[in-house]
């Protein structure tokens, strides 16, 4: 049964986009759907992703970083994902618990096991039922990410709107980081393969969302004959 399905990704590699695509395409065939994010996905994320993201919080350590992302993710999942899911409503999720593990784990270095521990608390114990891994180089999202600030498109509700490049802390660091980032989701959609899709997002935006949506009528096909 697929009822959440979250994106993961890189910076830069396309997920709110592609989320916002399968969004409408579920809308059309009559699925009600509750698009959402981490962090900021309530009031209280939505100040957790401020105090997050904004570039002048480059001394935070890694455990308050760690903390926080959990604090939106407690949130998050007792106000809006866990009710919109007993709702009957699919929920799409832009980042959740796979975020934790390649930012802080592969990242950051933070013992993967004591994240995985975390993240069951954080979460109420809920895995997405589907996960699209939007993969591509580090350098190309890096500079899809610059592409879009300076043409003013990367803004919208987030922190990165108010800074001058636009860049968050995340985008700001160092290469290396990003690369364990990536090789980390990699890791995790290799030892699940049965929940992940890993989609190349080097393709043009409607080539991805073709992707995804076959994926996603796939699953839904073999989920009506299985009834
Ligand atoms: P976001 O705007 O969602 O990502 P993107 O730039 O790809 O659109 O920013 C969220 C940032 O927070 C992103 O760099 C990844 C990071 N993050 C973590 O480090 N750990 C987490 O658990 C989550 C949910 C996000």
Redesign the pocket.
């Known amino acids: 049964m697929i009822r959440f399905i979250s994106f993961e990704?890189?910076?830069?590699?396309g997920?709110?986009t592609q989320l916002k695509l399968l969004e409408s395409y579920l809308v059309s065939k009559g699925m009600a759907c509750c698009c959402t994010?981490?962090?900021?996905g309530t009031t209280l994320g939505r100040m957790l992703?401020k105090v997050?993201?904004e570039v002048d919080q480059k001394e935070i350590s890694s455990p308050a970083?760690l903390f926080l992302?959990?604090a939106?993710?407690a949130q998050h999942v007792q106000e809006v994902v866990s009710p919109a899911l007993e709702r009957g409503t699919m929920v799409l999720c832009?980042?959740?618990?796979d975020?934790?593990l390649?930012?802080?784990g592969f990242?950051r270095g933070i013992e993967l096991d004591l994240l995985r521990r975390l993240n069951r608390l954080a979460s109420c114990g809920l895995i997405p039922d589907l996960t699209f891994l939007l993969d591509c180089p580090v350098d190309v999202?890096l500079w899809r990410?610059r592409k879009q600030v300076t043409a003013g498109l990367r803004s919208g509700a987030?922190a990165?709107a108010e800074r001058p490049l636009g860049q968050?802390?995340?985008?700001q660091e160092e290469i290396e980081f990003h690369e364990r980032v990536r090789r980390g989701f990699l890791d995790l959609a290799r030892a699940e393969p049965d929940r992940f899709c890993v989609v190349d997002a080097l393709g043009s935006i409607e080539q991805v969302h073709k992707e995804i949506k076959r994926i996603v009528d796939e699953r839904l096909a073999a989920q009506h004959n299985a009834k």
């Open positions: 990704g890189g910076d830069g590699s997920k709110t994010r981490e962090p900021g992703r997050l993201l970083e992302y959990l939106d993710r832009d980042r959740f618990s975020s934790t390649a930012y802080q990242g999202g990410i987030s990165k968050d802390r995340f985008e």
